[in-house]
């Protein structure tokens, strides 16, 4: 009897186990004895995009029904160490104990985290890595109205103007502010960043957008900023400045989860490289997906730390993890077509076209699109295996032009 195991239980990893069953029933007979299990700390799928959302009907879904109903097994526990030559990888179980797992064929889809403030900077910041950092965020800002008026109550600074920062600097600018107006306050959201410019990372095309809304919400955005300390007293700039503010929020980029470097070459942000089928280079039983791979999603453009890419390589690494098993070819990946959509709080929204990023939409049509995407797009899919297996097909969507791209959005925002 083979296995395929899933290290990971977030977007890549729930649909490599979906992609996986999926494979396995379209192959039939030479696939039905194959087992499928996720293993990961929990069976509840954190919704990433969402941490940032002052309104989230919900940060996390329990995946386990839906796993359940594809006939995909699940191991609650954490992967500790990878012995490939063996075929097995060494997991804590909740009750801290150790076990092997055997595998024919593994799926790496744990993810990334934050890359951590200095140790001494961490219990004066808050962060948007995990379900529990959103709570807390809630719970702190929330709070802010029992706490004594003072010039930095309704105050936030934000570190990293990229893709997160962005997000939680307007939704802060909003949120403060209509905390600070019941008491006859005012609000103050700085945005820091090494960058000379907001959003950098994103490149030239939505750069003016993202200004002038940062300039509509009023985030003032500190460019060149080179942070000395954080501490009780704010934010201490190497000029000497401080920034004061009650609530300081962490954005500076993510790392791939690090056991991807003890089996494969990594990049700088710790991903491993991939083939077009998602095999691990070097690594025959060995595939990746989501913010562990970096994989060729167009010529020339790589895929990027995302949901958009977790969820298509998860499909794909799920289908040839099991392929390979039922002595199936394997399928390759490829994702011409690449959108980018921006919550900017009281600005609304953004939403860009193909890999250059050139503006769609702005204001309140991008902001829909956006609560689509977060609110339908981004959800599992029901626990119903023929509706579950029937979108875990891993055929990418044709790469369209922007006024095509337009239509299938006002399409979609007809129907909400
Ligand atoms: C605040 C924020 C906002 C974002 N906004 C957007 C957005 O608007 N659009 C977008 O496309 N992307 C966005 N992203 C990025 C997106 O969420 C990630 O790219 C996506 O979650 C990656 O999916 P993944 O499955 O690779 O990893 P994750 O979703 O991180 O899932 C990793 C899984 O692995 C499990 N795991 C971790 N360690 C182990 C271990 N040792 N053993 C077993 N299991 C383990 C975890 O419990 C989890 O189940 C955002 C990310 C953040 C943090």
Redesign the pocket.
């Known amino acids: 009897m083979a296995r395929v195991l899933i ?7 729930m649909w490599a186990a979906l992609g996986a069953a999926r494979a396995r029933r379209d192959l039939g007979a030479a696939a039905a004895d194959i087992h499928i299990d996720v ?4 069976p509840r ?2 919704l ?2 969402r ?2 959302e002052r309104h989230a009907a919900a940060f996390e879904t329990d995946i386990a029904p839906l796993l359940a109903a594809a006939n995909v097994g699940y191991v609650a526990g ?3 160490a990878i012995d490939a030559p063996a075929g097995r990888v060494t997991v804590r179980m909740p009750d801290s104990a150790t076990r092997q797992e055997a595998y024919d064929s593994l799926v790496l ?4 985290h ?1 890359v951590p403030p200095p140790a001494a900077w961490r219990a004066h910041i808050r962060m ?2 995990s379900t529990a950092d959103a709570l807390d965020l809630h719970r702190h800002v929330t709070a802010l109205p029992q706490r004594q008026p003072s010039p930095d109550r309704y105050a936030a600074a934000v570190i990293g103007a990229g ?2 920062g962005l ?1 939680i600097a307007t939704e802060l600018a909003g949120w403060l502010g209509d905390l600070a107006r019941e008491s006859g306050e005012a609000a103050r959201v700085v945005l820091l960043d090494r960058a000379a410019s907001a959003g950098a990372t994103l490149g030239e095309g939505p750069r003016e957008a993202i200004a002038e809304a940062l300039a509509l919400t009023g985030v003032s955005f500190r460019a060149a900023a080179s942070i000395r300390r954080v501490g009780p007293e704010g934010i201490l700039l190497e000029c000497g400045e401080t920034i004061a503010a009650a609530t300081i929020v962490w954005a500076a980029g ?1 790392r791939a ?1 690090p ?1 991807g470097a003890t089996i494969g070459h990594t990049d700088t942000e710790g991903r491993l490289s991939v083939d077009v089928m998602l095999r691990v280079n070097g690594q025959p039983r060995i595939f990746a ?4 791979a970096k994989a060729a999603a167009a010529p020339g453009h790589a895929t990027l ?4 890419h ?1 969820m298509p390589t ?1 499909r794909t690494a799920g289908h040839n993890a099991l392929r390979v098993l039922a002595g199936a070819e394997p399928i390759t990946y490829a994702q011409p077509m690449y959108v980018t ?1 921006l919550d900017l709080g009281p600005a609304g929204g953004l939403v860009t076209h193909g890999w250059e990023r050139s503006v769609l939409w702005t204001g309140a049509e991008a902001k829909a699109v956006k609560r689509i995407i977060n609110g339908r797009i981004i959800a599992p899919p029901p626990a119903d295996a023929d509706r579950a297996l029937q979108a875990a097909d891993p055929t990418p969507l044709p790469a369209v032009g922007p006024e095509a791209l337009a239509d299938r959005w006002r399409a979609l925002l007809a129907t909400v």
């Not at 730390?305 to 958009?308: A, K, L």
Request: with cysteine; charged share 10%; proline share 5%.
């Open positions: 290290a990971g239980a977030g977007f890549a990893g293993v990961a700390p929990t799928l954190c990433k995009p941490l940032y954490t992967v500790e889809a744990m993810g990334s934050t948007l890595d893709f997160t997000e993510m989860h056991l997906a989501g913010d562990m730390m995302s949901c958009q977790a998860g959509c």
